[in-house]
């Protein structure tokens, strides 16, 4: 197709290759300004200039009446979806948000990985329960775009959990010079294999820790939400000696997307991703009213985690959360009884980490608790 549309997409791709995607995203939104349209409800979340939406899926309670059922949600045009995304990062670039609170006794560290692929700054809390003696697990999260690591840590609540159970945990920042709305890359080849762009950097991070701070190297785990989760599925399936486990919260299967044009269609239609051939313990969390990733991903990436575990036994079960959330868990166990790979899948929840903190953009503290099941699910794997 040789349309003005279609020669400026080209463009656009181009630019996102040369690292330009400032100058993308605002060909783009040339490309798909429209005339004047209805206004469009907020969205859930911005997750990407390079971002595109679909057609939400619902598990339907068996029990309840059609007038009983809640409404599909309703997802926007990509006109209206990549202007709300500008507008909503640039209001947010100007907030800071608060770190959250510390224990006497623990540490939020503020530090930088460099190496030849380049550099990150990244916060490192280390409980106040920690011995330097006692190798402890390790945790890497991966924010979600437009957020920080302090953000995040609050967003999510995983210090406090890291504090209960002798963890540390490793918040990554994404800056702007690397994405206009701090996104992990996830989209981009260069992004997405092992010993190179910043799948590199990231393992960077957990290796300089594992050297630096009493951490265990059976026991290091990485996780992340939207951008940040698809990031994560990518370090597992790049770095499975360093990562005994990995979380995928409202993400996208390895591989899903390639360049702008793919990162669209996976975002608003689902994306297979690629075969994986190396077994890696997964959990994955997605809510159904998800109009920025379509839930389909979600149920990628178990596919792809199942990909090279034959022999799982799978278990469903269904319950509510505690403010009310219904969730269909479908959890696949191992010989030893351990479960290898779960999926959660969370009515009445868009774009947001379930469960999490009202302090965090992006949360919904209504549902299960992400941060606690991946906490469980994380401390029954280690590398052999």
Same mark, same amino acid.
């Given at each position: ?12 791709t ?30 859930? $979340? ?6 595109i +939406? ?5 598990? $339907?309670?068996? /029990?309840?009446?059609?007038? =009983?059922?809640?409404p ?12 709300? &995304?500008? +507008? ?21 560290? *503020? ?5 030849a692929?380049?550099?990150? $700054? ?6 106040a *329960? ?13 924010h ?8 995040? !840590?609050?967003?999510?609540? &995983?210090?406090?959990? /890291? ?14 010079? =690397? ?7 996830? %989209? ?12 590199a ?8 820790? &594992? ?6 190297? !059976? ?24 990562? =005994? ?26 994306? @297979? ?18 109009? @920025? ?14 990909? /090279?575990?034959?022999? &799982? ?7 509510v ?11 696949? %166990?191992?010989?030893?009884?351990? *479960? ?19 302090g965090?953009?992006? @949360? ?6 992400? *941060? ?13």
């Amino acid at each position: 197709m040789n349309t003005p549309f279609a020669r400026g997409l080209a463009k656009a791709t181009e630019l996102t290759k040369s690292g330009n995607l400032k100058a993308a995203t605002a060909l783009i939104q040339s490309l798909l300004r429209p005339a004047p349209e209805t206004a469009a409800r907020p969205m859930a $979340d911005a997750d990407d200039a390079d971002v595109i +939406e679909g057609t939400a899926t619902r598990i $339907d309670d068996p /029990a309840a009446t059609p007038a =009983a059922k809640a409404p599909r949600a309703t997802r926007m045009g990509l006109g209206a979806t990549l202007r709300g &995304l500008a +507008e909503r990062a640039a209001a947010r670039s100007a907030e800071t948000a608060p770190p959250p609170d510390v224990p006497r006794g623990a540490q939020f560290l *503020s530090l930088c990985h460099r190496s030849a692929h380049g550099t990150r $700054d990244y916060r490192l809390y280390i409980p106040a *329960s920690h011995r330097a003696d006692v190798p402890m697990p390790l945790v890497v999260m991966l924010h979600g775009c437009t957020q920080s690591p302090e953000d995040f !840590a609050t967003g999510t609540g &995983l210090n406090a959990l /890291a504090e209960d159970h002798g963890c540390l945990v490793a918040w990554p920042q994404q800056p702007h010079s =690397a994405n206009a709305n701090k996104c992990w890359n996830w %989209f981009r080849a260069e992004d997405q294999a092992e010993g190179r762009g910043e799948p590199a950097l990231i393992a960077g991070i957990a290796t300089d820790i &594992l050297r630096n701070h009493a951490a265990d190297p !059976a026991r290091v785990y990485v996780a992340g939400l939207s951008a940040g989760g698809a990031s994560a599925a990518i370090m597992g399936a790049a770095y499975p000696r360093i990562f =005994a486990a990995v979380g995928v919260h409202s993400g996208l299967p390895v591989g899903g997307a390639t360049d702008i044009p793919s990162a669209f269609a996976a975002m608003r239609c689902g994306s @297979t991703g690629k075969v994986q051939k190396t077994a890696v313990p997964t959990i994955v969390f997605h809510g159904l009213d998800d109009t @920025t990733v379509h839930p389909k991903n979600g149920a990628a990436v178990v596919t792809q985690a199942l990909q /090279a575990a034959p022999g &799982l036994r799978p278990v469903r079960t269904s319950g509510v959360s505690g403010m009310g959330r219904k969730y269909r868990q479908t959890s696949h %166990f191992d010989a030893s009884g351990r *479960s290898f790979v779960e999926h959660w899948e969370i009515e009445g929840v868009g774009h947001a980490w379930s469960g999490g903190m009202p302090g965090g953009s992006y @949360t919904d503290p209504r549902g299960p608790a992400a *941060s606690r099941e991946m906490m469980r699910f994380f401390l029954q794997h280690r590398q052999s």
